[in-house]
């Protein structure tokens, strides 16, 4: 079983950037979707953007123009960029691989945007 573990959250001021990475401690060629999710307090997770194997991906409206997700295959790791952040990103970010009956979370690491 391929676990992932989630890096790079933080505190940073509305505008700014920062980059997440989820490390995965095997190879993540044959894994069909990685993906990343969010979630607040007293909110359900919700998904923030998703890359397939074959380099599509879909993003949450509300992220959309600002994230970034990408893939390295040859590292095992993916990564959010998020740029322009705002108080609302603030969460609990997860990194999830799904593929047929595989199915990973990491455990999260947290954001927070500062007005």
């Known amino acids: 079983q391929v676990q992932l573990v989630e890096s790079g959250g933080g505190l940073v001021q509305a505008g700014g950037s920062l980059r997440l990475s989820c490390a995965a401690s095997?190879?993540?060629?044959?894994?069909?979707?990685m993906g990343w999710y969010r979630q607040a307090p007293g909110k359900q997770r919700e998904l923030v953007a998703a890359?397939?194997?074959?380099?599509?991906?879909n993003y949450a409206d509300s992220v959309k123009g600002r994230f970034t997700i990408s893939r390295d295959n040859a590292k095992n790791t993916v990564y959010l960029q998020m740029n322009s952040l705002k108080p609302e990103d603030t969460a609990v970010y997860y990194c999830r691989g799904y593929s047929g009956p595989f199915n990973s979370w990491g455990q999260g690491t947290q954001v927070t945007v500062s007005t």
């Open positions: 095997g190879s993540i060629d044959s894994i069909n979707v």
């Open positions: 890359m397939t194997r074959g380099g599509s991906t």
